[in-house]
């Protein structure tokens, strides 16, 4: 009896397990019939619990009808409740490019500097000097110009060794011949600023000996100059070891005066403003008419370097003391060559001059 009664029970058990069996493999077999768009009775509870817990809830601003169409509801709401436009992905990487390329500073294009060297087949030093001027001005930021004049000859020394420098240069040629080596360098300027003239070269000219000797920020200084600039000079004597000033007494950057090279000696005509102590704007050599000027360089007889320095000294006005903080400062250095010095001694003055 106790056995029939136990394979009674186990046999209920077994009947209530396959119908549950069943019935659970039917739900399961019509609810993958049913829309996937339509959600069950228990993504239904699901889905709403997690909006109310975590999803944020909408905003929703009512305007009065009455009010749209008058244009006087209340703008604060439309800023306190800014609504995002709806961005794709493969936006997003061109708005951070746009944002990058704002932030980026503005470029502001340099002046072009022109040097300006005359250069005497005389000088026994002129290949050393160039040498040491062109390691100077390959040292300045472009944009940059060197021209180099010198008297014909057979000579392509000049030549070969421009080519080597590294810096943007031309090569000019004289073909008259002269005594006086003052006059053959005022006559070689006078060329290099007629070909300027011609070729309407854009830029800050100024007139570099090659015994000149600089302070890399004195190109910096120039490049701000609007019509003419000028600065104080040191002159150096490797012989008699004494320094000259030459140049402008400034205040703040107004020219007021000018260190006058001889002060007991009131016959000497010549001009305050050495030639390598001021720059000028090439465009008043084609352009006069933009800087209120009626005349220009080809209306004085072709001496174009001699029309430039009085205009220096009349255009008050126009003319800029550099550095402006009173051109106080030394930027630049001319030594003096005495004739008995060899290459050895002038390389020598030419370092204690850059160590000053």
């Known amino acids: 009896m106790v ?16 119908v549950h069996f069943l019935l659970c493999f039917l739900m399961g077999f019509f609810t993958g019939f049913a829309p996937t768009g ?17 999803s944020p809830q909408p905003v929703e601003v009512l305007l009065n009808q009455d009010m749209t ?17 709806p961005t794709r992905s493969n936006d997003s990487e061109p708005a951070t490019f746009l944002e990058e390329e704002k932030e980026e500073p503005k470029l502001i294009p340099r002046k072009l500097i022109i040097i300006v060297t005359p250069s005497s087949t005389k000088d026994r030093f002129r290949e050393v000097l160039l040498r040491r001027l062109a390691n100077t001005l ?15 000859s ?31 360098r005022d006559h070689q300027r006078n060329v290099a600023l007629n070909h300027i003239e ?33 600065w104080p000079m040191a002159l150096l004597s490797a012989n008699r070891q004494k320094v000259t000033i030459e140049g402008p007494v400034c205040d703040s950057s107004e020219v007021i005066g000018w260190h006058l090279r001889r002060m007991n000696n009131l016959t000497d005509t010549r001009s ?26 080809q209306d004085t007889s072709q001496n174009s370097f001699k029309f430039v320095e009085k205009e220096v000294l009349e255009e008050e006005t126009k003319l800029k003391g550099i550095p402006a903080k009173g051109c106080s400062k030394i930027m630049l250095w001319h030594l003096h060559i005495p004739k008995g010095t060899t290459k050895n001694n002038l390389l020598d003055t030419s370092l204690n001059g850059d160590r000053r």
Do not use: C
């Open 138 to 152: 390959r040292l300045v930021p472009p944009p940059l110009l060197w021209i180099v004049v010198e008297a014909q």
């Open 272 to 297: 305050p403003v050495h030639v390598s102590s001021f720059a000028f704007n090439s465009s008043i050599l084609w352009d006069p008419e933009r800087w209120g000027r009626l005349s220009s360089a």
């Open 69 to 85: 169409e008058s244009g006087d509801f209340n703008r604060s709401l439309m800023v306190d409740t800014p609504v995002a436009a």
């Open 154 to 184: 057979d000579s392509s020394e000049v030549s070969e060794l421009l080519r080597k420098t590294g810096v943007m240069y031309r090569h000019l040629v004289s073909k008259e011949n002269f005594t006086d080596p003052e006059v053959e």
């Open 38 to 54: 339509e959600p069950s009775i228990f993504s239904n509870r699901v889905v709403a619990s997690n909006r109310s817990e975590f």
């Open 3 to 18: 056995l029939l009664e136990r394979s009674k029970k186990r046999a209920q058990l077994w009947k209530k397990a396959t």
């Open 198 to 230: 011609h070729h309407r070269l854009s830029g800050i000219v100024h007139f570099v000996g090659l015994s000149n000797v600089y302070d890399l920020s004195f190109f910096d200084e120039i490049r701000a100059i609007e019509v003419f600039g000028t």
